[in-house]
């Protein structure tokens, strides 16, 4: 006993006198010395609990007893401790038992903590059934993972998106499933992904994910990462949060398309489209095409005070009752003339209203579509002529012509609101023989007033020449006759109408080409380079099939029923090939065969 390193009590005799080695003495504490005094002395405060099993002991029975709580006081007060311990019978040289001898050893930190750590796992338990519960039924996905990345405990929506049990930070095998985007729209890597960055310690929220399932059906998502911190700081825990946001995001983007569809519409289109605030009476908004009809700048014409000062003085009452009418809840037609700011001519105008309700019902804004009616028979004439004589000979025979004429006395005065007129031809009468300035600046401002110059070249045979490179289509040499004066301007005004059929055909292709998607314009731009239904959608990052349903929705939109006629359409609206790295031409998916093919001068077989 007194050479062992372990607890040992030895208690002897009739009277169970104590002996004990160093290795003892610390369990005695504060107690008085032990040594010679007897055991139930000693232990009086736990006999009740030690004296059973010193008697078993001492009846012969050796006892084991493993975290056995018992009461002692060695500090001065009483405490429950746990001890494990064996009480073994002492015999003498007869075989008569003598003594009991203890082994023991105090195993309270032991159990204790055991029991705290059984305590706080019976807590993770119910916290994790409360936390089960919690996102069991939750309308988008929710798990809780461990700092590996596998999943302790999720909802149905998680295990469909993760169905094995790994966040895609951690598990190559899914990675390629999902793409992530920072909130600029760039890609960013799976060391960003939500999850890892919350076991760094991050909070990250809504990080948008194209999700692709094993069928190639895609969807998007918005993903959060949250931290869950221990009290002394480590992350053992993550909590991951995925919603599926797929139709929300797709009606975002149609929204955009929508909007960059009628924007490019309404810079392309003839008609004027108009938005109003009837509160304030502000013009929120006028499409680019108000200034050729109403011949004054969008920024001229502020609000709906000016735009009813515009129309003519016997419509404006009815115009004004239109804007009423159309803030108590009604759409209507109104046709009204307009009198232009830049030449006061009268056009007339078919204008669509109608009531734009807010979300409480309440009509505070109202649009509208003008279109220009007035009726253009192609026959208009603008004389330019210093003298009176002069301009009332030129009018005179141009109206016995049924020609609609405007007569100017100065060049200058033409020239000022030349800009604003409608196509007609211009009869520039030459007072002296270098006056071709009109000419020169109608020339030089490419504008659709044709030119047929009237004048004494007085022998000069450079005359016709110079008013030629001035400009004019046609020269007539005084004294002129009103059968010269109405071929030459016929003439004319047959280039004229050769431009307007072509601005039309242009100004419809345009429009075509406005009502394309993005997506179907870059398909378009990758046709038009010679791009086979694979090149462009590894171009476009899209599976060729989805480059196959583009083109067919191309074709449609431009009423095209071949790819050479979608190609006519699309270079007469000035669209540009796009680069297509790799295009190989394959006869299988081009018909045309190569870019070359794709050009109009083949198409149209020149």
Known sequence: ??????????????????????????????????????????????????????????????????????????????????????YSPVRDEHGSVRGVLCHVHETTGRVRTEERLRSALREIEVQQARFGTLIEHLPFAAGLFGADGRALLTNPLCRRFLPRGIVPAVDPAVQPQWTGFDAEGRVVSPSDYPFARAVRGEVVQDMSFLHRSREGDESWMRVSGIPVREHDGSIPLAIIVMQDVDREKRAEAALRESEERFRRYAEHSANVLWLADLKSGRLDYLSPAFAQVWGMPVEAMPDLAGWLASVHPEDRDEAAQALERVGDGETLVLGYRILRASDHGVRRIRDTFFPIPGRDGQIRFVGGIAQDVTPDTGQRVYVVAAGEDARHRFGAALQAADYEVQAFASGQAFLKIAGSLMPGCVVLHLEEAGSFGVASALKAARSHLPVVAVGASGGDVGFGVRAMKAGAVDVLEEPWTADGLLLAVRSALVEIRDVADRTRERDASHHRIAALSARERAVLEGLLAGGTNKTIARTLGLSPRTVEIHRAKVMEALGAHTLPEAVLIATAAGVRPADQPGAPGDAAENPLGSRAALTPEIIGGR
């Open 1 to 86: 006993m007194l050479n062992s390193a372990f607890p040992t009590y030895l208690a002897w005799g009739r009277d169970l006198i104590s002996f004990y080695n160093d290795a003892y003495r610390p369990i005695l504490g504060i107690k008085p010395e032990a040594l010679g005094r007897p055991f139930p002395e000693v232990w009086g405060e736990s006999w009740d609990q030690i004296g059973p099993v010193t008697e078993r002991a001492l009846g012969g029975e050796a006892s084991y007893l493993e975290d056995y709580t018992v009461t002692v006081n060695r500090d001065g007060s009483r405490e429950n401790t746990v001890w494990t311990f064996a």
